[in-house]
């Protein structure tokens, strides 16, 4: 990894840079982190990519019974709903997923912190690449599960890693928050688990946006998963999709990507110390 | 060859202690605190771990840094790799630095050797080509050809170690620094990586050494630096520092209670606490891995406790009691008349694992109630692998093992 010829350590205060290349310069470590996560991942549970994705298969028959069969919610379009709560499922539970791992990854890492430099960035963003590569293998679910119920997708498919991209972006952002919070604060990570599960039923996953009343639409229009989603299934299923929704999510992944990074990074300096 | 290839410039480090006690560390009181009127702290205190620390490295140079526990030696050391800031003050390092704090960073149980190679190798600061270059050389050093696909968690402590510094002899950097990690492995391990280091040192490269064995110092480097309360009391020629060492260093086992936290009502108060080893017969500043050690307290009672007991408990770095002893539980209690005393105990099977603790006492005129004087996190007791430590106990600073090391049997159950 090159470093700069001389380097000057020095006190710091206030906001910095991200410093993208230093980043950079380190991309082998956060590709080393994220390979070992799913290395370790795979290898300690037996069955590996099978449970990964036995969890949302089983989640898509308990939905399907649950809000299908019995509170009778429908797709909203001609999508048999087991193929469209699955889409739902399998993006949210990588959002959401990439949320808890990247919020939580500093702490598990702490004894790498307090013993070699390198960018702290690297923890949480390693933890996000290592969970897209467990979202693309439970995504295959949608295969045999579009051919059974005779979905066929249109060209709008190939958007669909963009939209994951999207989901990726927000997750970190939203984590790297999460991640300097805990350092501080222990009592983050306990909340952390219950809001995203309450979030689930405030984000358009088990019911399509268009199912809810005109004035519960707008407010939930302003959570920025909602956009995440349901492009998501737009991509898959061909389904109309508001614009609306979708550009709010891409701002505000934008924002709270680049915010906490500075945040993390301002506070990063601490990190240290304080494990 | 007389350029620096290290300056440290007036580096001073804070560290506050009480600010991050871990019932105030949440979210929630610090919003509620928010409503209150501010106040300050009383538990938090500044503590600084360096004091103005100048000095510089030529290039080529093996330094020593040595100094009592918590002189300074391990968080300047911390500075230098980046990992904690200065408070204040400048160092500049010309060329690239890799450092050593620990043996096997980041090796994962579950990995095999292989992999382990590359994740050490790439958290240490080498390039996949060079893990790459270097891998027959590593795996050759660390004698594992045959279990190179074997997780790491299968292997016994010594290849472990091993292999672990394989990986670090074969980092090339400009400027190096080690921390204390030669301590562990069998002495003909411990031999081979001193002449590695050597041969490190004599190409040219930068090495920093923090160490207590102070034969492998003289024989490292030549040059030393002493620090104590985190600063640079001598410097110079490497055994001329040692010897100015050694003389410091019955002074100095006396613990420093300036600084810790104490509360009770004080009609008696414990003034000093000093270490020695089993028998009294000499004072001492780290102890040995397993060997009993002696605890001294020296106290003054201020009114007279007719029913007095001490207490003694070793701490963790986070505080946490690992074992209590109070004398009123073995049915000893003591009438103690006012004016200074002391009482020693001797702590006969401490088998916690190589590291840092600390010390909380206390003495209570109604056991078990409360406290006549009670102080907590005394002290930096050191706990350090012997140099006669027969049985391979090379994993014990890996961050894998609770904090106990008891001794076990094992055996197959005979078959009827």
């Given at each position: 990894m090159t470093q700069a010829r001389t380097l000057f350590i020095r006190p710091t205060s206030g906001w910095r840079s991200i410093d993208l290349a230093e980043l950079w310069a380190y991309r082998e470590l956060l590709y080393i982190f994220a390979w070992r996560d799913l290395k370790v991942r795979?290898?300690?549970?037996?069955?590996?990519?099978?449970?990964?994705?036995?969890?949302?298969?089983?989640?898509?028959?308990?939905?399907?019974?649950?809000?299908?069969?019995?509170?009778?919610?429908?797709?909203?379009?001609?999508?048999?709903?087991?193929?469209?709560?699955?889409?739902?499922?399998?993006?949210?539970?990588?959002?959401?997923?990439?949320?808890?791992?990247?919020?939580?990854?500093?702490?598990?890492?702490?004894?790498?912190?307090?013993?070699?430099?390198?960018?702290?960035?690297a923890i949480p963003l390693s933890a996000v690449v290592s969970d897209i590569v467990d979202f693309a293998i439970a995504a295959l679910l949608l295969i045999p599960m579009m051919i059974w119920y005779g979905v066929t997708p249109g060209p709008e498919i190939l958007l669909s890693p963009f939209v994951v991209l999207l989901g990726g972006v927000m997750a970190l952002g939203i984590g790297l928050w999460i991640a300097a919070l805990n350092i501080e604060y222990r009592d983050v990570r306990v909340v952390?688990?219950?809001?995203?599960?309450?979030?689930?039923?405030?984000?358009?996953?088990?019911?399509?946006?268009?199912?809810?009343?005109?004035?519960?639409?707008?407010?939930?229009?302003?959570?920025?998963?909602?956009?995440?989603?349901?492009?998501?299934?737009?991509?898959?299923?061909?389904?109309?999709?508001?614009?609306g929704p979708l550009v709010w999510s891409i701002v505000f992944a934008m924002l709270v990507v680049f915010g906490g990074a500075f945040y993390f990074r301002r506070v990063e300096r601490r990190f240290a110390d304080i494990l | 060859m007389s350029t620096p290839s290290v300056v440290i410039d007036n580096v001073?480090?804070?560290?506050?202690?009480?600010?991050?006690?871990?019932?105030?560390?949440?979210?929630?009181?610090?919003?509620?605190?928010?409503?209150?009127?501010?106040?300050?702290?009383?538990?938090?205190?500044?503590?600084?771990?360096?004091?103005?620390?100048?000095?510089?490295?030529?290039?080529?140079?093996?330094?020593?840094?040595?100094?009592?526990?918590?002189?300074?030696?391990?968080?300047?050391?911390?500075?230098?790799?980046?990992?904690?800031?200065?408070?204040?003050?400048?160092?500049?390092?010309?060329?690239?630095?890799?450092?050593?704090?620990?043996?096997?960073?980041?090796?994962?149980?579950?990995?095999?050797?292989?992999?382990?190679?590359?994740?050490?190798?790439?958290?240490?600061?080498?390039?996949?080509?060079?893990?790459?270059?270097?891998?027959?050389?590593?795996?050759?050093?660390?004698?594992?050809?045959?279990?190179?696909?074997?997780?790491?968690?299968?292997?016994?402590?010594g290849m472990y170690v091993r292999l672990a510094f394989a990986v670090a002899a074969h980092l090339t950097p400009e400027i190096l620094l080690i921390d204390e990690v030669l301590a562990v492995g069998d002495i003909e391990f411990q031999r081979r990586c001193l002449g590695r280091m050597n041969e490190v040192a004599r190409s040219g490269r930068t090495v920093v050494f923090v160490s207590h064995n102070l034969a492998s110092i003289e024989t490292l480097c030549r040059k030393a630096v002493l620090l104590a309360g985190g600063r640079v009391v001598e410097y110079g020629p490497a055994q001329e520092v040692i010897v100015r060492y050694l003389a410091a260093r019955t002074a100095t086992a006396r613990m420093d209670l300036s600084a810790v936290e104490r509360d009770g009502e004080g009609k008696a108060r414990i003034l000093s606490?000093?270490?020695?080893?089993?028998?009294?017969?000499?004072?001492?500043?780290?102890?040995?891995?397993?060997?009993?050690?002696?605890?001294?307290?020296?106290?003054?009672?201020?009114?007279?406790?007719?029913?007095?007991?001490?207490?003694?408990?070793l701490l963790g770095r986070d505080g946490s009691r690992l074992f209590l002893s109070e004398t009123y539980e073995v049915g000893r209690v003591f009438d103690l008349e006012t004016g200074p005393a002391s009482i020693d105990v001797a702590v006969v099977n401490p088998n916690v694992l190589p590291g840092v603790y600390h010390l909380e006492l206390w003495?209570?005129?109604?056991?078990?109630?409360?406290?006549?004087?009670?102080?907590?996190?005394?002290g930096n007791i050191e706990v350090v692998v012997g140099a006669d430590t027969s049985r391979s106990i090379a994993t014990l600073t890996s961050g894998m093992r609770g904090p106990m090391f008891v001794d076990t049997e094992w055996s197959a159950p005979r078959v009827r």
């Open positions: 795979y290898r300690q549970t037996l069955l590996g990519a099978i449970w990964v994705m036995g969890q949302p298969l089983v989640t898509m028959l308990i939905f399907t019974l649950l809000f299908n069969r019995v509170a009778k919610l429908r797709s909203g379009t001609d999508v048999p709903y087991p193929v469209f709560v699955l889409g739902g499922i399998l993006i949210w539970n990588f959002v959401s997923g990439s949320i808890g791992k990247t919020g939580n990854s500093l702490l598990g890492a702490s004894y790498l912190i307090s013993k070699v430099y390198f960018p702290r960035l952390i688990p219950w809001i995203l599960q309450v979030a689930m039923y405030a984000t358009p996953v088990v019911y399509p946006l268009s199912a809810l009343p005109e004035r519960y639409r707008k407010l939930a229009m302003l959570n920025p998963m909602s956009g995440v989603v349901e492009a998501f299934r737009a991509t898959l299923f061909g389904t109309p999709v508001l614009i | 001073s480090k804070r560290f506050r202690i009480g600010a991050m006690r871990p019932d105030y560390a949440t979210l929630r009181e610090r919003i509620a605190g928010a409503f209150r009127f501010r106040k300050e702290d009383p538990e938090t205190r500044e503590i600084w771990a360096l004091r103005d620390v100048s000095f510089q490295i030529e290039q080529g140079e093996a330094l020593g840094l040595i100094g009592h526990n918590g002189a300074g030696k391990s968080t300047l050391l911390k500075i230098l790799s980046r990992i904690t800031e200065p408070t204040s003050g400048e160092a500049i390092l010309h060329g690239r630095v890799a450092s050593l704090l620990e043996v096997g960073t980041g090796f994962h149980p579950e990995l095999t050797g292989r992999e382990n190679i590359f994740l050490n190798g790439a958290i240490l600061g080498m390039t996949r080509a060079e893990i790459r270059k270097n891998f027959d050389a590593i795996v050759a050093f660390a004698e594992i050809e045959k279990f190179l696909d074997t997780p790491v968690k299968r292997y016994s402590s606490v000093e270490l020695f080893d089993r028998d009294a017969t000499a004072a001492i500043d780290v102890v040995e891995f397993r060997r009993p050690f002696r605890v001294r307290i020296g106290y003054e009672v201020h009114e007279r406790l007719p029913n007095a007991s001490f207490g003694l408990a003495i209570s005129d109604a056991p078990g109630v409360s406290w006549t004087d009670h102080v907590r996190m005394v």
